[in-house]
């Protein structure tokens, strides 16, 4: 391994989620590399006073002012609170790189203040570009920063190109969840336990869900956009049900680069906390051509999943199209986790939002902002108005 000259100063946003706790394995294993200067959590306190233990931040932020308040009492550090105490991180002049890896719309302004302070971004957060691609990549540009992509598919096609030239297609591969081989009738009946019960990747519930209706791809197909500035017309979706193909490349005279490795978020996430280098780190599995035997490859169903075309849609479409996409997908994933809507009507009402949404061709932050609550509140009285 490469000599270190200096410490890279980084804040976790979401220490305690899937993403955040997976990036503390990997800096565990780089201790030379990279110094934990601040870490936030939603209400997990228990594992993040774990986390302070062993990584002794300077700084943290939680949700509520009481927590904040203990962890600053027992472990004499700085401590903030609600999403004005992400901003706060966000300011903190000595980090150099922050991990977004959040879940929802709480991660939308610390990124943007993060970029504006010309901090580089590993993101982890679908939302920001989801939201508000446009605004978020124009600042990117404007300040000079790198944002690196920590979503396997994303950090896959990122590897992939490289610099090339030529490039005709971006090929996002999906694993098509646990409902593949179902039909359309028995999903009608789909229960929570197997709708969470993903063949190939551990996440968070609601990402989960969004990977069972094929939501999350449609996302991922936003962000692609956004990241690597693409045509949605040039950006394809195949289901790879092994998972081992992350993403590929197809370029103009015939090639195709794929990324492939076993299923582990700890590789792509490494490789954005380190790029543009590739150090020996967090011991993952080799992957095995033979043990691998096959790789299969299908078209995507859309009447099965109809979300992922319904995604795809909002993005061509553009302006608040996606900010309504996202905020009525994820009220309604919120409402199935709570037993009160069938797997199926995850699709059926943030469509019957969608279709009665008016559309800001260019909206402003605090425009995004406003239209995602509004959208919020018209879903909510939908479902609970539906009986």
Known sequence: MAEFKQKKNIAILGSTGSIGTQALEVISKLPERFEVYALSAGNN?????????????????VQNKEDAKFLSDKYNIKAFYGTEGLIKIANIE????????????????????AIKNKKDIALANKETLVMAGDIVM???????????????EHSAIFQCLSGSK??????????GGPYRNKTIDEMKNADLKSTLNHPRWKMGKKITVDSATLMNKGLEVIEAHHLFNFN???????????????????????????????????IPIQYALCHPERVEGIETESFDFIKAKQFEFY?????????????????????????CLNAANEEAVYAYLDNKISFLDIYKYTKMVFD???????????????????????????????D
Not at 94 to 110: F, T
């Open 166 to 175: 030529g490039v005709k297609h971006l090929i996002i591969t999906a694993s």
């Open 94 to 113: 000595e980090i150099e790189l922050i991990l977004v890896a959040v879940s929802g719309k709480i991660g939308l302004r610390p990124t943007i203040e």
């Open 45 to 61: 306190i228990k594992l993040l006073s774990e986390q302070i233990e062993k990584f002794s931040p300077k700084y943290v932020c």
């Open 138 to 152: 124009k600042l990117v540009k404007e300040n000079n920063v790198k944002l690196l992509p920590v979503d396997s």
């Open 356 to 386: 009665d949404y008016n559309i800001i061709p260019n909206p402003t932050l605090d425009q995004i902002f406003d239209e995602d609550e509004k959208v919020r509140i018209k879903l909510q009285e939908l479902i609970k108005n539906k």
């Open 299 to 323: 078209e995507p169903d859309y009447e099965k999943f109809p979300s992922l075309k319904l995604a795809i849609d909002a993005g061509k479409i553009g302006g608040s199209a996606t900010v």
């Open 232 to 266: 949605y017309d040039d950006i394809k979706v195949i289901i790879h049900p092994q998972s081992y193909i992350h993403s590929a490349v197809e370029f103009t005279d015939g090639s195709i680069i794929a990324q492939i490795g076993i299923p582990s978020m700890h």
